[in-house]
């Protein structure tokens, strides 16, 4: 075994040359990677023993795409075009071996190989609409070649990865193998052996291309790619590649890539990839400390939020006892979950045994003490703060010593909760969103007590279930309520002011959230938390509820429903807010969107710098993070404080004195300075 450079070695097999890729974690085509590969391939080429060519990769994956860090710095190393060059170039045969996942530019390299060969577990994708791009090193053309029109326009603008036989059936890959490197290294041998073509994928015609396929699919998908750039770039991509020759259709897919990589969108999205990543980690905390086993969930309360919570864990094989107070309200809890499942079941999308195996991991409960061997207790009981230390008294008794004691409050204080207890060590937030089976995000709310081993126990166990996990400290509403409080309010405002709910709904959805504010009261029920003995009219709220609108549930709110909910303004409503102004004496006036858009964000972002200087959020990131997963923030806009970044604090500073609201000192500070928040404009 000769080293090509560090992460590059070359083997002779007999008559096979190998060129093994091993640069963790997903050796991710850095400068040394795409140096390493091209000399690798060279040094086959000119070595007279060798007859056919193997690229593998050591550890978990094949190459799992460019180094997105690598991206918007000078460039160095060999371009990925000169040595896909190299490779598709070679006189021997190239045969590609995959394990893991092979990504972009990953897969991109596989493409120029003459063959592919997969294990069965290996995974296909060109996920770079995700990151606000398109493949640009052949992908789009080549990809089509072996495919077909179709799939790679479903490929490329989803994402989506595909399995190995998936792949197979599509000609992506040439055989499946049991084992990788003495499987590809028969294959290549069989190819010279039986004298086989080197099959060059750029000279193969694009299949499946069909008269007006490709504005079908821009009509089918419109809603799916609404303000994304990136998702119609990659259809134009395909579009050529159906129409132009191979070469012209390079172009055209670099053309594109360059305009989509020097945008913000793209900008947005990349950070996007890794500020995910970083709020998982947690500032002062070693990565590698034991954790706590979480082998068995007690949850308490069958309801909206309890249910939805249980969900995440059943589908992730982790057994959970629910508990209610009143076997009807147990019942029903648990009725409600075999009833989503069984939804999904009618779907396609999970079987009959899947729903039956999750259902036998749930055990209900009308008796607390059935709790005493839970490992992660979560609480979804009223948002009460007698009621909940109520219960945290009673599990205090109840669990067993180092159990963690979760608490899902929207915006009660956790340490006071913690009280209740004789172990704040054990206690925290664990703030899911509804539904909560499908909302990707999580706070993880840290009290002042709350021992590292419990947070990093519960930031592990979230991934786990597949959520994507910021840590938020005590404050009312944590980081994303806290600051959805301060749009709802100016959203209230507005409107008294002279503003519609719909212009407000408009201006917003326009921004790329899926609905605007007064959409979203509709939706969750104006009447949560509002009661006809206490209403005293005084508010807005308080005057719908008590005309007996609802929202969405009984067909009225701000807007009116039909049976196919579909909305109307409601001029009840409407009757209503000019009411109030009047009464209140405001005199209304023309309010145009950029008032609407201004008012409704920026002090959010001004109080995002608030919870960020109070050390109620880790990182700027973390905030978008939040409101990306939790609130339909547009991923393209990369969260509130990217977005105030992009758009420059002085400007969002001005702005809310315009409007008579203080800057946040951060937020005064930093624009002072010329800085952002993120670092990543
Ligand atoms: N570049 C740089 N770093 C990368 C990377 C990449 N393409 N892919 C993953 N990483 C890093 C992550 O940041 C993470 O680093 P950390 O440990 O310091 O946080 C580490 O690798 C492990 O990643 P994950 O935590 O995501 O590990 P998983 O095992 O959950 O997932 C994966 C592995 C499926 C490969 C996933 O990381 C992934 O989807 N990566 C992105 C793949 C991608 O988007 N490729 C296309 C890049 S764009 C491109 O190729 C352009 C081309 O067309 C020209
Ligand atoms: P819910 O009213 O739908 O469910 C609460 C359930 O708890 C009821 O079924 C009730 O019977 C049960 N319960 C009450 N006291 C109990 C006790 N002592 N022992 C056992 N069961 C008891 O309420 P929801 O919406 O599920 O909210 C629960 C918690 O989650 C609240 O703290 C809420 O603020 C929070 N939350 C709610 C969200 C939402 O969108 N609904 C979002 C995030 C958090």
Redesign the pocket.
Known sequence: MTAINAVTDFAVEGDVGVVTIDSP??N??SAEVRDGLAAGVAAAVADPAVTAIVLICAG??FI??????EFGKPPRGMP?AEVQEVIEASPKPVVAAIHG?A????L?VALVAHYRVAVGSAKFG???V??G?L???G?TQRLPRLVGAKMALDMVTTGKHIGAPAALAAGLIDAIVADLRAGAIAFARDLVATAKPLRKVRDLPVTGVEPGMFDAYRAANARAFRGFDAPEANIKCIEAAATLPFDEGMAVERRLFMGLMTGLQSKAQRYV??AE?LANKIDGLDPNAPLLPVASVGIIGAGTMGGGIAMNFLNAGVPVTIIEMKAEALDRGVATIRRNYENTAAKGRMTAEDVAARMALLTPSLDLDSLSAADLIIEAVFENMGIKQDVFGKLDRIAKPGAILASNTSYLDVDEIATATSRSESVLGLHFFSPANVMRLLEVVRGAKTAPQVLATAMATAKKIGKVAVVAGVCDGFIGNRMLSRRQEQAMALIVEGALPADVDRVLFDFGFPMGPFQMSDLAGLDIGWSAETSKGATIRDRLCEAGLRGQKNGHGFYDYDAQRNRTPSPVAEKIILDYAAEKGVNRRPIDDAEILERCLYPMVNEGAKILAEGVAQRASDIDIVWLNGYGWPVYRGGPMFWADSVGLATVADRLTHYGIEPAPLLTKLAAEGKGFTGAV
Do not use: H, Y
């Open positions: 974690p997903v991710a085509l978990r994956t799992a795409g460019a180094d997105i860090s990925l996942t990504l972009g530019g990953g991109e060109l996920p770079e995700k990151l791009l493949p640009g090193a992908g990839f890794f990543r």
